[in-house]
C-alpha cells in the first residue's frame, strides 16, 4: 500500500518562526498536494506539484510557500507563522492519470502560539 | 472559480439508507470523488465517477449526473462504524473538496 508520511503529527510554534511542514511518499507519485482542514471549512488546497520543482498554487496559497526538490518529497513553508495558520495540515499523493484517489498522511496539527 | 455544496449533517439509523447529496460548480471537471474520515483519521478514498450514472462498491454506491453537476453517496445496511464524516471531491484544473458531510448513526 501507498505510504504517505508526514515529519510530526504535532507541532507547537511561535508566532513569526518559519516553519517547515514535510512530507514524503514512497510510491514513486508524481503528484503532490497540501491542504489545511479547519471545522466546517472542509479540505482547503494551498499547493499542489505535477513534478520535480513544479508548484501550483490552490486556492489559498497566501503565507504559504512550497518546495519540490525531490519526486518523492514535498514541504510546505510558513515563512513567518500566524494565528490564523493554526490548522490540520494533510498531505497527499496520486499517480499521474489517476487524480481521482488522492492517499492521504495522517496529517501535522499545528498550534501557532 | 470551483465549489462545492453538501450537507453539513446526516441522522439516520443502524441498518437504514442513507444518500449525501453533492452540487458541483468548476471550470473543467473530469470526475467526482468521495473519501470518509473518521474522528482523528486522514480522510480515505471511496469511490469515484467519471461517467454518468451509478457506480457500485459492496455497500456504498456513487452517482453522477453531469448534466445537472450534481452527485451522490448511498450506503445502504449502515452500521455504526459508517459514523464519519464523508467529503465530496471534485478533479477539474485542481482537486477540490466539500466541505463534508457528519454522519450520525442511531442504533
Known amino acids: 500500500d501507498v505510504k504517505v508520511t508526514q515529519s510530526s503529527r504535532y507541532l507547537v510554534k511561535r508566532t513569526g518562526e518559519k516553519v517547515f511542514l514535510e512530507c514524503v511518499q514512497d510510491?514513486?507519485?508524481?503528484?503532490m498536494f497540501w491542504y489545511r482542514q479547519d471545522p466546517g471549512l472542509g479540505l482547503r488546497l494551498i499547493y499542489f506539484?505535477?513534478?520535480?520543482?513544479?508548484?501550483e498554487k490552490g486556492d489559498i496559497p497566501e503565507g504559504y510557500s512550497v518546495s519540490r526538490e525531490k519526486k518523492e518529497r514535498f514541504s510546505l513553508i510558513l515563512e513567518s507563522a500566524s494565528t490564523n495558520q493554526t490548522s490540520m495540515y494533510l498531505c497527499?499523493?496520486?499517480?499521474?492519470?489517476?487524480?481521482?484517489?488522492?492517499?492521504f498522511g495522517s496529517g501535522t496539527q499545528l498550534s501557532v502560539l | 472559480g470551483q465549489s462545492l455544496e453538501q450537507p453539513s449533517e446526516v441522522t439516520a439509523v443502524e441498518g437504514a439508507i442513507v444518500q449525501i447529496n453533492c452540487t458541483y460548480q468548476?471550470?473543467?471537471?473530469?470526475?467526482l470523488s468521495w473519501y470518509q474520515q473518521h474522528d482523528g483519521g486522514a480522510p480515505t478514498f471511496l469511490s469515484y465517477?467519471?461517467?454518468?450514472g451509478l457506480e457500485e462498491t459492496g455497500r456504498f454506491s456513487s452517482f453522477l449526473s453531469r448534466s445537472d453537476s450534481y452527485g451522490y453517496l448511498l450506503l445502504q445496511e449502515l452500521q455504526m462504524k459508517d459514523s464519519a464524516s464523508y467529503f465530496c471531491?471534485?478533479?477539474?484544473?485542481?482537486?477540490?473538496f466539500g466541505k463534508g458531510t457528519r454522519l450520525h448513526i442511531l442504533p
Open positions: 497527499a499523493s496520486t499517480a499521474q492519470g489517476a487524480n481521482e484517489k488522492l492517499f
Open positions: 510510491m514513486d507519485h508524481e503528484n
Open positions: 506539484s505535477y513534478d520535480v520543482k513544479m508548484k
Open positions: 468548476t471550470s473543467g471537471f473530469y470526475g
Open positions: 465517477n467519471a461517467l454518468d
Open positions: 471531491a471534485v478533479k477539474g484544473d485542481k482537486i477540490i
